[in-house]
Nanobody
């Protein structure tokens, strides 16, 4: 079964920073658009950011200026750097791949990781 693996979550104080990582033992991530999503208890999953294979990026409004998505193709990794964290950023964060359909970040995502928990609390 193809896997994505997230890491880097944890407990951080408001205003703090974390960097999440997304990797895969099975996929060469550089070919894929990769999205980061989050889901808090009792809430719907929401897309946070996406990066295409040619490095185009997109962010939801609530994280613009605070979160940065990047990729290191040599390390087969995609990162989500998060700064100025707020309690409302607390959630399980997942990365996911888009199919190789030429649509970049638009459309459904098909391979998901298990997630990493981010908790922002004083």
């Amino acid at each position: 079964q193809v896997q994505l693996v997230e890491s880097g979550g944890g407990l951080v104080h408001p205003g703090g920073s974390l960097r999440l990582s997304c990797s895969s033992p099975d996929l060469t991530l550089k070919y894929y658009a990769i999205g980061w999503f989050r889901q808090a208890p009792g809430k719907e999953r929401e897309v946070i950011s996406c990066i295409t294979s040619d490095y185009k990026t997109d962010y939801r409004d609530s994280v613009k200026g605070r979160f940065t998505i990047s990729r290191d193709n040599g390390q087969n990794m995609v990162y989500l750097s998060m700064t100025s964290l707020r309690p409302e950023d607390s959630a399980a964060y997942h990365c996911a791949t888009r199919p190789l359909d030429g649509m970049g970040c638009q459309g459904e995502y098909d391979i998901w990781g298990q997630g990493t928990q981010v908790t922002v609390s004083s």
